[in-house]
């Protein structure tokens, strides 16, 4: 789209016609332009030349690892994976794992199956890596078997490049007793360690030597955290215990209940408003009780003691199961990892925008482990002002603009942002009431007035989620550019005039948020889609069902998770301890 055709008064309603005029009005530079896809195409395989294979080890199978491992083009590395289970596991579905809605072996695909599809060109290894040493660039693994063998089975692999996918271990922030005391919702082992823990409550409330207290202290289940994994396990087990753990132990069904602690003023705080109050309502309506603004300050092994944030007041809640559901923080490796790169004291694995970890080369990380670093327009406002400035006349004309505007939107993505922020609209509305539309193409900015309109820009820049989604797609991007980076190597400067000398050729990853869901229980779930679309109730649930099956890795565990809940409609779920 041409700048000039934006500056025609029959658009001026458009938010885009807005842009230019603020730009020239304002004296600065925000510009938009719809982004070309990615520049880059799909794996394209080429004969293996003469020289070496560089070596490419990926630590991690979960999300971002094996969207990675799916989408490389392994016949250009000698590719060594690295993990300590030998499986990927659809997380998303944790929460009906724990009940016995889905089984657990329903939604995991062997790493072994996945990779065989590659033509067997990806090596992968059991174990766990407990060192990164970034100075030797070499990994330091761990056999994970239990085996009758002398000593620790350790080895370690030499690495070209390296692929970092650890993902994130629950944070307790440091709080007591909740290591020894809380069951956490992160893995596959946990999910069997709460059913089992569940149906002993249910067991242990049905002897005939407890008092009515005991009973309703082991049938008093604690969940903390309101957030997706939060909200989804309270709302599942409020099914599991009213659907069928009701009709099996109906002495002590009146003893359930469920309490969800939440330090915040809401829970699912990261949806809309709508979907909270919504939550909340039919949590009230089930019987689920919500207790929000609350501060866990310990745990002990038989109950939690809690601060209420308004008052001040602290109570002990005794329970009988307690969940652990919010928060993450790196696992040790990434923490001493970051200590060995002068990123101690940063709370996640920083990268660029291409993923790279920042301070090493060779060295990428994806997913829950590592955090975006988007640089700041106003860090190289000077530098584009000087690429903008053809003519060096020290002022920057609308065809000016209009020459740099994709590089600006494609490198800063922040500015696609601002233009959707009050403050852009506001300064908008002050401009259109006080600038002559004729005299917009003649007027021209200076380096002060460039400074002055790009000043707020900045402060558009959020942290992604750690999601699932986040991660496949990261994963995604950076095997589209491993295919590719070798016939970039001759040409290391990028596409885009704002990149530094040294970048590889590829676009800066560009996160696409397809929206979030949440069910609610009593076949009741929350949506919300792009274009402030929000949906809550029995439709939500059915799409829930539908996009759920499809996201799954491969047709068995699609077809095993459909039959799954095709079973549970038709004879319920299993309460069985194994």
């Not at 458009?14 to 730009?23: A, E, G, V």
């Not at 407990?130 to 070499?138: G, L, M, P, R, Y």
């Not at 490049?161 to 271990?169: E, F, N």
């Not at 969940?223 to 599942?236: K, L, N």
Request: glycine share 6%; with cysteine; proline share 3%.
């Amino acid at each position: 789209m041409r700048i000039s055709s934006l500056l025609n008064p029959v658009r001026h309603s458009s938010p885009y016609s807005k842009l230019i005029l603020l730009i020239t009005a304002s004296g600065g530079l925000v510009a938009y332009s719809e982004s070309k896809s990615a520049h880059v195409a799909h794996t394209a395989k080429s004969s293996q030349t003469d020289a070496q294979k560089k070596t490419l080890v990926v630590l991690g199978t979960g999300w971002a690892g094996t969207s990675f491992l799916k989408n490389l083009d392994s016949s250009q590395y000698d590719v060594q994976v690295v993990s300590p289970r030998n499986y990927f596991a659809f997380t998303p579905l944790l929460p009906s794992v724990t009940c016995g809605t889905v089984e657990a072996r329903s939604i995991v695909e062997p790493v072994r199956k996945i990779v065989s599809k590659k033509n067997k060109d990806i090596q992968f290894l059991e174990a766990e890596c407990v060192k990164i040493d970034v100075a030797n660039k070499k990994v330091i693994c761990r056999a994970s078997h239990d085996l009758n063998l002398e000593g620790n089975v350790e080895f370690h692999l030499n690495y070209d490049i390296l692929v970092i996918g650890l993902g994130a271990q629950s944070n307790t922030f440091n709080t007591p007793g909740v290591t020894e005391h809380c069951h956490f919702l992160k893995e596959i082992e946990d999910t069997q360690k709460i059913r089992g823990s569940i149906m002993d409550c249910f067991e242990m409330a049905s002897l005939p030597c407890l008092s009515e207290e005991e009973r309703k202290t082991a049938l008093h289940f604690l969940i903390v955290g309101g957030g997706p994994t939060g909200v989804e396990f309270a709302a599942e087990l409020h099914d599991f215990v009213s659907e069928d753990l009701a009709k099996l132990y109906p002495t002590v069904k009146d003893h359930v209940k469920i309490t969800l602690v939440q330090s915040g003023d809401h829970i699912l705080n990261t949806f809309d408003k709508r979907i909270s109050s919504f939550a909340e309502g039919k949590f009230q309506r089930d019987g689920i009780e919500v207790k929000t603004g609350c501060r866990v300050l310990s745990v002990s092994d038989n109950d939690l003691t809690v601060k209420d944030k308004a008052t001040g007041l602290i109570s002990c809640l005794p329970y009988g199961m307690i969940v652990w559901a919010t928060g993450i923080g790196p696992r040790p490796v990434v923490t001493d990892f970051m200590c060995q790169i002068g990123q101690k004291h940063r709370r996640m694995l920083a990268t660029d925008e291409w993923l790279r970890v920042e301070g090493c080369n060779d060295v990428y990380a994806l997913g829950d482990c590592a955090s975006i670093h988007q640089r700041k327009v106003m860090e190289d406002i000077s530098a584009i002002f000087d690429v903008a400035d053809k003519d060096k006349s020290g002022t920057l004309t609308i065809k000016e603009l209009e020459d740099v505007l994709e590089d600006i939107c494609v490198r800063y993505p922040q500015v696609e942002l601002y233009l959707k922020s009050k403050h852009f609209l506001d300064v908008v509305q002050l401009l259109n009431e006080s600038k002559d539309d004729d005299k917009k193409e003649t007027r021209e900015v200076d380096i002060e007035g460039f400074k002055t309109a790009l000043s707020h820009v900045d402060s558009q820049m959020k942290s992604l989620p750690a999601t699932a989604q986040v991660a496949s797609q990261q994963g995604d991007y950076l095997a589209k550019c491993f295919n590719h980076m070798k016939e970039c190597e001759d040409h290391p400067q990028g596409p885009l005039r704002f990149t530094e000398s040294g970048r590889h050729r590829f676009q800066p990853f560009r996160y696409k948020h397809f929206g979030q869901l949440a069910p609610l229980g009593g076949e009741q779930a929350a949506a919300e889609l792009p274009g402030d679309w929000v949906s809550v109730g029995y439709s939500s649930q059915w799409l829930w069902y539908s996009i759920y099956a499809s996201k799954q890795v491969s047709w068995r565990t699609r077809m095993l998770v459909v039959s799954d809940w095709t079973r549970r409609f038709i004879f319920g779920r299993d309460s069985s301890r194994i």
